[in-house]
C-alpha cells in the first residue's frame, strides 16, 4: 500500500445504478420484446450468449452502416493524414510521430507523442466522444466475482510478453465488455483473457511486438498453476472472430491508459508548485507523480466497482489523488479542469474510493 497524507475516512463512496442501457454492438437474431437464448456453436458449445428483454436493433446496424454514433465502427471511416485522431491508435511505445506515414526506424527528428503535441485537445475530444459512443458495463456477467483473477492473469501475461499498458488496458476494457454480455464457461475464461490481450496488441503495438499465438501459449503456461491454459490454434482463431463480430471489428475503446499520459503532462505543465523548485527538486516531484500514477492505474485496473465510472473520469481522479499524495498546493487546478472537462467536485467520489482502495491494500 502506498501512503498518502490524507485523511479519507469522511469521503464518500457511493455506488450509483448504471443506466439499463444494452450494448449497441450486440447482434440480436429476434423480434423485439421476446427473450431467447442464442447458443454460439463454437467447437465445444462453451460460450453461450444471452439475448436481453426489449432491445431493438438499431436501424444503421440492421442496414450494415456505423454501430455507433461516434462512427467509429463503420467500414467507411477512414483516418486520413489530416485527421488530428490519426495517431490514436498507434502503438505510443515506437510510433510516436504525428506526421502521416512516418517509420519507426527514421533517422529524422522525433515528434513529442500526442499528448505533448499542439493536437493534444483535438485528440482528447476525439476519445472522450468515441468513449461516449461506448455503453456502460451492465454487471450482468455470472463471471464477474472471477474478474480479479483473470485481471492478474492478463497482467502477468501482458508483462512477460513485454506488452504496453495501452494494450493491456485495453485488452482488459474489451474482456468486460464481452463477460458483461455473455455466459463464459468458468474454465474457458483465461481463453477469452488471452484473445483480447491478442486483439489488444494487433491494435495498440507495432508488428514486431504483436505476441504470435506460440508465444501466448507459452506465457499462459507459465503464469498457470492449474495447467489449465492448454489453448489450441483453432481455439484462439475460432474465438478471436466471434469477439471481432460481437464488437462489428470496432476496437477502439477508449481506457485509462488513453488519458493518463494527457492529464499527467496537463498536471506538471501548468502546476504552480513547479516555480518555485529547483531543477532537481521538479525533477523528483515529476517522477513521484508519475510514480503515484502508475501505482493507482494498478490498484483501479482491479477494482470491478470502478467500472461505474468511464474511463476518462477514473484517470483523472487517478491524477487529482496523485497530486493529494505528493503534497501538492492545489489538488485540482484550473488547467486540469479545462483539459479534462471534469471539475473536483466531479473526481471527490472516485478519488475517495481510490484512496479507501489504497487503504484496503
Not at 500526442?114 to 454487471?139: D, G, M, N, V, Y
Not at 486540469?336 to 478519488?351: F, R
Amino acid at each position: 500500500m502506498m501512503t498518502c497524507a490524507v485523511d479519507s475516512s469522511s469521503g464518500s463512496y457511493p455506488h450509483p445504478q448504471p443506466t439499463y442501457h444494452i450494448p449497441y454492438y450486440y447482434q440480436a437474431h429476434h423480434h423485439p420484446g421476446q427473450h431467447q437464448e442464442e447458443v454460439v456453436l463454437l467447437e465445444d458449445n462453451w460460450l453461450q450468449t444471452e439475448v436481453y428483454h426489449d432491445f431493438v436493433l438499431p436501424a444503421a446496424a440492421v442496414a450494415g452502416g456505423s454501430c455507433c454514433s461516434s462512427g467509429c465502427c463503420s467500414s467507411t471511416t477512414s483516418l486520413t493524414p489530416t485527421d488530428p485522431t490519426a495517431l490514436l491508435y498507434r502503438p505510443q511505445n515506437k510510433l510516436s510521430s504525428l506526421g502521416a506515414g512516418t517509420k519507426a526506424n527514421s533517422t529524422g527528428p522525433k515528434a513529442p507523442p500526442w499528448w505533448e503535441s499542439e493536437l493534444s485537445q483535438p485528440i482528447h475530444e476525439t476519445l472522450k466522444k468515441r468513449e461516449a459512443a461506448i455503453s456502460s458495463i451492465q454487471f450482468k456477467s455470472p463471471q464477474l466475482h472471477l474478474r480479479r483473477e483473470l485481471v492478474e492473469f492478463i497482467t502477468a501475461v501482458s508483462k512477460d510478453l513485454g506488452l504496453s499498458d495501452g494494450t493491456r488496458f485495453l485488452a482488459i476494457r474489451l474482456a468486460d465488455q464481452f463477460m458483461d454480455g455473455h455466459n463464459v464457461m468458468e474454465y474457458r475464461l483465461r481463453l477469452m483473457g488471452l484473445t483480447c490481450l491478442l486483439l489488444a496488441a494487433k491494435s495498440e503495438e507495432i508488428d514486431d511486438n504483436v505476441p504470435s499465438i506460440e508465444m501466448l501459449q507459452h506465457a499462459a503456461r507459465m503464469n498457470d498453476s492449474s495447467n489449465t491454459s492448454a489453448y489450441s490454434r483453432q481455439e484462439f482463431h475460432t474465438l478471436e472472430l466471434y469477439i471481432l463480430k460481437y464488437f462489428k471489428w470496432c476496437l477502439s475503446h477508449p481506457s485509462v491508459a488513453h488519458f493518463i499520459d494527457y492529464y499527467l503532462h496537463t498536471s506538471l505543465k501548468g502546476d504552480e508548485n513547479l516555480p518555485g523548485l529547483s531543477k532537481w527538486e521538479a525533477i523528483m516531484l515529476e517522477n513521484q507523480m508519475k510514480e503515484f500514477t502508475a501505482y493507482f492505474m494498478e490498484v483501479t485496473l482491479r477494482e470491478s466497482k470502478l467500472l461505474y465510472y468511464k474511463p476518462s473520469r477514473i484517470a483523472a481522479a487517478i491524477v487529482c489523488v496523485a497530486r493529494i499524495c505528493t503534497g501538492m498546493s492545489t489538488v485540482w487546478n484550473e488547467s486540469l479542469e479545462k483539459a479534462s472537462k471534469y471539475s473536483l467536485d466531479d473526481l471527490q467520489p472516485v478519488a475517495s474510493l481510490i484512496l479507501s482502495l489504497n487503504e484496503q491494500n
